[in-house]
């Protein structure tokens, strides 16, 4: 799949110059987005009860001098969560916006559109999500932050923006959305026709209303945060007992009721003596593993099922397994050795086989069952757990409807 990047650039270029620095709009970056939702099926979709979806309106309050540039409309914002319901839609203001998450686990076609992407590792991938607005609709002024890559499937929409935000940046008030009126100097207002992309790097102002009925994917990238590194070291550190042996400390003579500012220098020296350790190197690899390859959505349980002659079949005919990127599949090398984590887990009891040919999986390939070598070094079984995990995919070539599929014997 071609890269998601205008042809002058090139993906070293792109995140020398503009990753996580300035944005970048891409012309017709995603062709394959084009037509592969409508309106009608986000709707749906919205309020299916197992969707992760919100509903926000926007009620003009006052209109305020126009200045260049800007929309001067001041709004009340609301905020529905889901599960939506049709009566949900009902009596809606003029402007409204409909947000849907994590659509990889309702199409693993859309998913397979982050390979386009494959010059950020997918680690970093947090969701894809949908936004479908009628004409005016916006989720308002503001921004992210996250890096994420703005495109458009249906219909048209307006981008601004601005300028970045910090810890001083001033929210409007009442309001239950991160939203605030001052964008500064606008840097860019283009509009986004389907299959254009829009890069906007973290902190960065943005603001998005629609030209018509429109549909905009977000694919969001974002890295983990110190507490949640912190969070999964000590989990994995409380499997380790040498850490609970009681540390050793020089001991000078002191105030029986005062801990000295030595003593506690002595243990942090000590502390990041292990972490700067193979041992503390090898804990805190897997501890950044296990964060960044949790799911954020419990995985869905689909209801249809096939059977093993069913999968033999499908592959047989030319049925292709893909990394399915609802879940998170990963691999590193941190400890020296080839380690695989799926889902906030180690995969510890698989066989070197396995290991290589869910690297590849995981890397975007797409593996034939000759290319696994079924029935000679991986039981079809093998593939069969893959699939009920959720790691993987079948896609079918077209030859029948098994996206929906959970695999059981």
Partial sequence: MRYCLPEEISPEEFLADYWQKKPLLIRGGLPQLVGMFEPEDILGLAQDEEATARLITQTPITQTKPVQYQWQVQYQWQVQQSPLQQASFANLPKQWTVLVQNLEQWSPELGQLWQAFGFIPQWQRDDIMVSFAPKGGSVGKHYDEYDVFLA???????????KYGDETTEFL????????????????????????????????????????????????????????????????????????????????????????????????AQLLAMLQSPQGDALIGQAVCEVVSKRQYDLLTPEETVTLDELQDAIDQGAMIKADYNSRLI?????????LYANGQRLDDISDDEASLLKRLADGEALSGQQLSLGEQLPLETVMTWLENGWVWLDDCGLQDDSDYIMTE
């Fill in 173 to 268: 008030p009442n309001q239950p959305l991160r939203l605030f009126d001052d964008m500064g100097d606008i840097i860019f207002d283009e509009v986004l026709a389907p299959g254009d992309v829009l890069y906007v790097p973290p902190k960065l102002a943005h603001y998005g209303v629609a030209e018509d009925d429109c549909l905009t994917f977000s694919f969001g990238f974002r890295r983990p945060n110190v507490m949640q590194v912190l969070d999964s070291l000590v989990d994995i550190a409380t499997a380790e007992p040498r850490f609970f042996k009681p540390l050793l400390l020089e001991q000078p003579l002191q105030p029986a009721g005062k801990l000295e500012a030595a003593s506690a220098q002595q243990i942090k």
């Fill in 331 to 339: 691999y590193s090398d941190i400890d020296g050795r080839l380690t």
């Fill in 152 to 162: 458009q499937g249906y219909g048209a929409r307006r981008w601004q923006l601005g």
